[in-house]
């Protein structure tokens, strides 16, 4: 079965400072990777995905991520935050041959600081 | 864009009412997904469809049970609501496998 890690539960950064919030899974067969933004009293909004091909995936909102097979992680990285982007983050998998259930990571609060 | 609208944003029910969330898509997506959001456990899936009157158990269904008359409608019905029932629940729906799901604005049902 597979599972989500999202390794820090909240991340506080100052504005225009990098951030990247960490994610890892695990499963024994080929995935599709997914990062979900849910600004306060909202659903989630999809900002980027790994289907196939390039491993570097770019999102809206100047968000990527990298998908790194060998360890198993699917990190998303923002070179220059802004106080606009505090929400929670939430990391999902599916495995590409299994009905593609998504299943989420705990999520990640990022605040962003003046 | 697609659009998953749920009935209610903000709910208030007691022990033991037999509780309806609603959950519409505009975009004739096959698949419909129900989940509960709740602090440090990310999102758990309750139920989902993979087309009109067809229902599967996701991770967490006991206590729950789903409706699915209409491709576009996907209801969630708690019958016999308890306070352990107290949560955020989304809707969700997508066009098929492989492919993203769109949330609706979720409901945040109070259970006293």
């Known amino acids: 079965a597979q599972s989500v890690t999202q390794l820090d539960s909240q991340v506080p950064v100052f504005e225009e400072a990098p951030v990247e919030l960490r994610c890892n899974y695990s499963?024994?067969?080929?995935?599709?990777l997914f990062w979900y933004v849910q600004y306060p009293n909202q659903g989630l909004q999809l900002l980027l995905k790994?289907?196939?091909?390039?491993?570097l995936v770019k999102g809206i909102n100047g968000f990527e991520a990298e998908f790194n097979k060998s360890q198993t992680s699917f990190h998303l990285r923002k070179p220059s935050v802004h106080i606009s982007d505090t929400a929670e983050y939430f990391c999902?998998?599916?495995?590409?041959?299994?009905?593609?259930?998504?299943?989420f990571g705990g999520g990640t609060r990022l605040m962003v600081k003046p | 864009d697609v659009k998953v609208t749920q009935s209610s944003r903000y709910l208030v029910k007691r022990t033991g009412e037999k509780v309806f969330l609603e959950c519409v898509q505009d975009?004739?997506?096959?698949?419909m997904f129900w989940y509960r959001q709740d602090p440090g456990l990310g999102l758990r899936l309750i139920y989902f469809?993979?087309?009109?009157?067809?229902?599967e158990k996701g991770d967490i269904p006991e206590g729950y049970s789903v409706s699915r008359e209409k491709k576009e409608r996907f209801s969630l019905i708690l019958e016999s609501a308890s306070t352990n029932q107290t949560s955020m629940y989304l809707c969700?729906?997508?066009?098929?496998?492989?492919?993203?799901?769109?949330f609706g604005d979720g409901t945040r049902l109070s259970i006293l």
């Open positions: 969700a729906s997508r066009p098929g496998r492989g492919q993203p799901q769109h």
């Open positions: 499963s024994s067969v080929s995935v599709y």
């Open positions: 790994y289907l196939s091909g390039s491993t």
């Open positions: 999902a998998v599916s495995e590409a041959d299994a009905g593609n259930m998504l299943t």
């Open positions: 975009m004739d997506h096959e698949n």
């Open positions: 469809s993979y087309d009109v009157k067809m229902k």
